[in-house]
């Protein structure tokens, strides 16, 4: 079993940062592939950014957000730069054992086996 802890988010005004932190324990953290995916109100959970064999962004976040990992640590960080109204939504860690890049469906939320408790992000205009 892995566990996910996240910190981070709030409130920012539009054009703001935010940066969410996920911490994991349960596995070695360099076996884990990682995610992060959103979910607005009446939206369905949509992918963000995500860490295995490489980095991979949505195209709404490519170019404001950054994914990194802190494997002495066991956490994911997602840096989020001007940021929009329309970027509110509660973020979701999320990690998958990683085996090879072809097994590994980045933005897949399926694909993932484990799942972070969620913080809210809002962004105001």
């Known amino acids: 079993q892995v566990q996910l802890v996240q910190s981070g988010g709030g409130l920012v005004q539009a054009g703001g940062s935010l940066r969410l932190s996920c911490a994991a324990s349960?596995?070695?953290?360099?076996?884990?592939?990682m995610g992060w995916f959103r979910q607005a109100p009446g939206k369905e959970r949509e992918f963000v950014a995500a860490?295995?064999?490489?980095?991979f962004y949505s195209d709404s976040m490519k170019g404001r957000a950054t994914i990194s990992r802190d494997d002495a640590r066991s956490m994911v960080h997602l840096q989020m730069n001007s940021l929009e109204p329309e970027d509110t939504a509660v973020y979701y860690c999320?990690?998958?054992?990683?085996?090879?890049?072809?097994?590994?469906?980045?933005?897949?939320?399926?694909?993932?086996?484990?799942w972070g408790q969620g913080t809210q992000v809002t962004v105001s205009s």
């Open positions: 999320a990690a998958v054992r990683f085996y090879t890049n072809d097994y590994y469906r980045p933005q897949d939320s399926s694909h993932y086996d484990y």
């Open positions: 860490s295995g064999g490489g980095t």
């Open positions: 349960g596995r070695p953290f360099g076996s884990l592939a």
